[in-house]
């Protein structure tokens, strides 16, 4: 149980285009998300908290309109990374919060590996 | 706010050996902890967690932690590793009473590298 997808795994795509992470819970429900950035051989930074139904709350300095989240449903959360530059390349991973859980557990899902070239 | 140190970035051991990777934490109100780990190019999977209760903590592939009050620490042991074991493992903590959303804090992580 509490499992959670990204799609997809992997992606490559050049500078300037537009970039759509997909992040799911498969068997629960998901009110809030949250997507992290890692960098090579460092921690997780979060980059933002998507709740559904309502804006996204970004960090500090996280580029709002550059990182467009979504939260559409209980079950899915999209980060849509804009404009694309090469120094937006890293592994994007995202986890949802098991509200069925109390008290509630982060639940990560198996990343996103953007390069852009 | 709360801040979450793990003393060593690379902790080798050889194989069959007990490990201790450890953690310590600030914070100025009550915390959730949790243990994480990362094999290369995955997310990261729950290890175990401390939530309230006894402060010994059982959790998957053998692995406890014992959270110490006290001292602020929630280390990781294992006593006997396995090739397998070998990964990323970050500690990090939440506000227990839901501020900032359990937000969670992260270490900057351990790399554990168990040797034949």
């Known amino acids: 149980g509490a499992v959670v997808s990204q799609h997809p795994s992997w992606v490559i795509c050049k500078s300037g285009t537009s970039v759509k992470i997909e992040c799911r819970s498969l068997d629960f429900q998901a009110t809030t998300m949250f997507w992290y950035r890692q960098f090579p051989k460092q921690s997780l930074m979060l980059m933002a908290t998507s709740n559904e139904g309502s804006k996204a709350t970004y960090e500090q300095g996280v580029e709002k309109d550059k990182f467009l989240i979504n939260h559409a449903s209980l079950t899915l959360s999209t980060l849509t990374v804009t404009s694309a530059h090469p120094e937006d390349s890293s592994f994007y991973i995202c986890?949802?919060?098991?509200?069925?859980?109390?008290?509630?557990?982060?639940?990560f899902g198996p990343g996103t590996r953007l390069t852009v070239l | 706010a709360q801040s979450v140190t793990q003393l060593d970035s690379q902790v080798p051991v050889f194989e069959e050996a007990p490990v201790e990777l450890r953690c310590n934490y600030s914070s100025s109100v009550s915390v959730y902890l949790f243990w994480y780990v990362q094999y290369p190019n995955q997310g990261l999977q729950l290890l175990l967690k401390y939530l309230s209760g006894s402060t010994l903590v059982k959790g998957i592939n053998g692995f406890e932690a014992e959270f110490n009050k006290s001292q602020t620490s929630f280390h990781l042991r294992k006593p006997s590793v396995h090739i397998s074991d070998t990964a990323e493992y970050f500690c990090a903590v939440s506000d227990s009473s839901g501020g900032s959303n359990y937000k969670l804090t992260f270490g900057k992580g351990t790399l554990l590298t168990v040797n034949p």
């Open positions: 986890s949802a919060r098991n509200r069925g859980e109390i008290p509630d557990t982060q639940y």
